[in-house]
């Protein structure tokens, strides 16, 4: 409680094989639904749009990313999950996992990137809004097994910097 800032020292890993088991704990801690191995696959198949995140060298956060091709093969983003740990949200984290997907996305000029939320995690839907993703879709029935089982769908258009010619 002094007047000086602490710093806080946070790091971001990228997953692989060797760490997926944070992953997977994270996740079951975070998360009401259990993950498949397609899941998992996606998220180390995305390089580094997955990514754990450390809070002093103690995982407490990820982003887990899929890439999609649309028709005419553009790629778009889909952020299957992003979470940090109850007791350390609102210090910056899922920021900092947030911010890490916006900049790959300007570096490799894809201009969209979209995740589904539950209709009642209200916590989740504000975070994203302060992003400027926009809800773009509702989805009755998405999740089976969990109450409500509609999700929204939240999309952010990324402006990709004009290059000069």
Not at 13 to 31: C, E, H, S, V, W
Not at 82 to 105: Q, T
Not at 107 to 112: D, G, L, P, R, W
Not at 115 to 136: P, R
Request: hydrophobic share 35%.
């Amino acid at each position: 409680m002094g007047a000086g800032k602490r710093e806080i020292q946070t790091s971001l890993d990228g997953l692989r094989d060797k760490n997926l088991m944070q992953l997977k704990k994270l996740n079951t801690a975070l998360f009401p639904v259990r993950y498949n191995d397609k899941y998992y696959a996606d998220a180390l198949a995305a390089g580094d749009f997955s990514k754990l995140a450390y809070y002093s060298d103690i995982c407490v956060g990820s982003i887990a990313c899929r890439l999609e091709k649309k028709e005419g093969g553009v790629v778009r983003v889909y952020i299957m999950t992003l979470g940090v740990l109850a007791p350390y949200r609102g210090i910056g984290i899922g920021k900092k996992l947030l911010n890490h997907a916006f900049e790959l996305c300007t570096k490799q000029n894809i201009s969209e990137i979209y995740l589904h939320v539950q209709t009642n995690n209200d916590d989740a839907i504000s975070f994203y809004k302060k992003f400027g993703f926009e809800i773009t879709e509702t989805i009755q029935n998405y999740y089976t097994n969990i109450t409500p089982p509609d999700c929204y769908v939240l999309t952010k258009y990324i402006t990709q910097p004009q290059t000069k010619k």
